[in-house]
């Protein structure tokens, strides 16, 4: 008999740190309620395909390196379908990756082996990504939210941060290209540069101490203060400052890009009362959404 394995993922937005966590500086992120879900089913061929075609997927290459460690001989058929927009910096293809890798998992161990599943998606996001700091599988597999380092992953927190507005300026990009912009920024303008990452450093403090408490002024304070760091190292864009002047005027206290910039979406908190008012102006002009926080990981999902 051929089996099917069903499993969903998060996608998540970064609140503090994009870019500078590349070089080993914390980043803050949350996992949101909107999820990638993945079916891998049993098939006649070898291999790893799509069910609508194509295998160039960073989906595909994370369940073949799972299939491949845990011994899974026969081929499969993934079918794909997602909440989380595509290429706007809200992880959807890391998403893909773990919900695929951990399908996978459940055919061939009975279970989902978080961190192979993180490894898994950590190929597949190789396809798609230059140089990878890992957040965003990372997040995708244990949700929640927390503090996110490099050489020591992820420490989750629980940030009294309900919801947050997220504003699609509509313009895809390609994050690696994003990282690329930044690196030539380092090497262009090695002191400087230095100092935005100690900036980082602190400021990531701050902003935890902001969202334990919750310290809403505080907390747009620092976002906006991230931003300028970000504009300086050439990953904003005017679609970006356009939505965060909107949001501002509109009554935002403070506001930012999340994930890799360059168009992609920017994050703005306001006090709750005054959130709906912000989206309202706002959404005349770009698509908003104001997904929950902290959402569960990765999971099993009954197969239809
Ligand atoms: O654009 P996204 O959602 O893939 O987020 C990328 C986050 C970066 O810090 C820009 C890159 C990375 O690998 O951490």
Redesign the pocket.
Known sequence: MLRRALASAPG?V?LF??????YDKP?LVSAIELRARVEAAEAAWEGVRLASGGRDNPAVRAAEYLAERVGLRRGLSLRIESEIPA????????SVSVAAAAATSILGLRRIELELVREAAGEG?RLV?Y??????TAIAVYGGGGVYRRSEGLSSERFHLDRILIIDTGKARR?GE??RR?RVYAEENPGEFRRLLEEMERLAGEALDALRGPDLQKLGALMSRNQEMLRKVG?SSPEIEEAIGLALKAGALGAKL????GG?CVIAVAEEDKLENVARVVSRRFRTLAPRLMAEGVREEEPG
Do not use: Q, R, Y
């Not at 740190?17 to 590349?22: D, N």
């Not at 290429?87 to 890391?94: E, Q, T």
């Open positions: 998540k970064i740190g994009e870019h500078f966590v590349v980043a290429s706007v910096g809200l992880g959807s293809s890391a996001e990504h140089n990878p700091s890992g957040i965003d994050t994003m990282v930044v990953v999340t994930g890799g910039g992609g």
